[in-house]
């Protein structure tokens, strides 16, 4: 926790030399006298720091540690699994100091599949707690939405902030939606390729469009689009989602390629403390993902 940013188990990533999933940073404008006389400003601790900026969990609309550097600085995630093969790169940690009663468990994996040019981004995040909460998993992203298998309930006027503080203040919602256990994907479009998270949790989820700039009356915010996978009142809970690379754009010719996503049928078959197994279908073929959180000599099975 050294640079004081509460964001235990928090992911970025990166393709065709851009951000895709970002990270907000700061927000600072440094030596600049004008602003706030060229210090850290306020929003930098009001926003920046939050956990609710970076793309990891929030649990009751709250920070890791109530947003306490002292107390980050004395506990540490666990590194669960780390593997660097070729096809198939993964890390696992589990954090259990951020929240009171919650333990949080991340894997992430990179995945190379001979139907597809580039690398699925598969991620699984598991909530496990005796009692019953609140859990937001951000997605922060650069680009523009081109897609949704949903129909999207925008908010076209009369914007609010999602939340009153720790950060969900600095939030605008600019739509919700309410979806089956299917689950859905989004599809933006960043530096003229297509990017398609879809994402299940094995029961109905509430999607929310989200944007920077809530309350912010000196206009300090750098400015920032996102969407949040939501459960409430629920003691445990797994969110999946699988991000595939794809297609392009041509911007002189004025063409596209292959702007629809290949993955189809993501299923939640079962999540504990034992082990968590997804599914999902590619150009036909069913592809089984099993994380198995007790066997480190099996750790992660993929076929």
């Not at 992911?11 to 210090?39: P, Q, T």
């Not at 009153?164 to 933006?188: P, R, V």
């Not at 003691?235 to 911007?251: C, L």
């Amino acid at each position: 926790m050294g640079h004081g940013h509460f964001d235990r188990l928090n992911i970025l990533y990166y393709d065709n030399n851009a951000e895709v999933f970002n990270d907000y940073g700061a927000a600072r404008f440094i030596n600049i006298e004008s602003k706030r006389g060229g210090h850290y400003l306020p929003e930098n601790t009001s926003w920046a720091k939050q956990t609710v900026a970076h793309n990891t969990l929030v649990v009751d609309e709250t920070s890791h540690y109530q947003a306490k550097e002292e107390l980050g600085e004395k506990q540490h995630p666990e590194l669960l699994y780390f593997s660097n093969q070729p096809q198939l790169q993964v890390v696992s940690a589990k954090e259990t100091h951020a929240y009171a009663d919650v333990d949080l468990y991340r894997t992430t994996a990179l995945v190379k599949l001979p139907e597809l040019h580039k690398a699925l981004l598969i991620d699984v995040y598991r909530a496990n707690s005796a009692n019953n909460h609140q859990y937001d998993l951000p997605f922060w992203y650069n680009g523009h939405l081109v897609n949704a298998s949903f129909k999207i309930n925008a908010i076209t006027d009369n914007l609010r902030a999602l939340g009153k503080a720790n950060g969900y203040q600095h939030i605008w919602k600019t739509a919700e939606n309410n979806l089956d256990a299917k689950g859905g994907f989004i599809t933006i479009l960043n530096n003229k390729r297509f990017y398609t998270t879809h994402f299940t949790s094995g029961q109905a989820l509430v999607v929310k469009q989200l944007a920077i700039g809530a309350n912010d009356p000196e206009m300090s915010l750098f400015p920032g689009k996102g969407f949040m996978l939501s459960q409430e009142a629920v003691k445990n809970q797994t969110f999946v989602s699988i991000t595939e690379a794809h297609g392009g754009v041509d911007p002189i010719n004025e063409t596209i390629t292959a702007a629809g996503s290949g993955i189809s049928n993501l299923t939640l078959i079962n999540s504990d403390e034992r082990q968590t197994q997804i599914s999902f279908q590619l150009k036909g073929k069913t592809y089984i993902y099993t994380i198995n959180y007790l066997d480190k000599n099996n750790y992660i099975t993929f076929k």
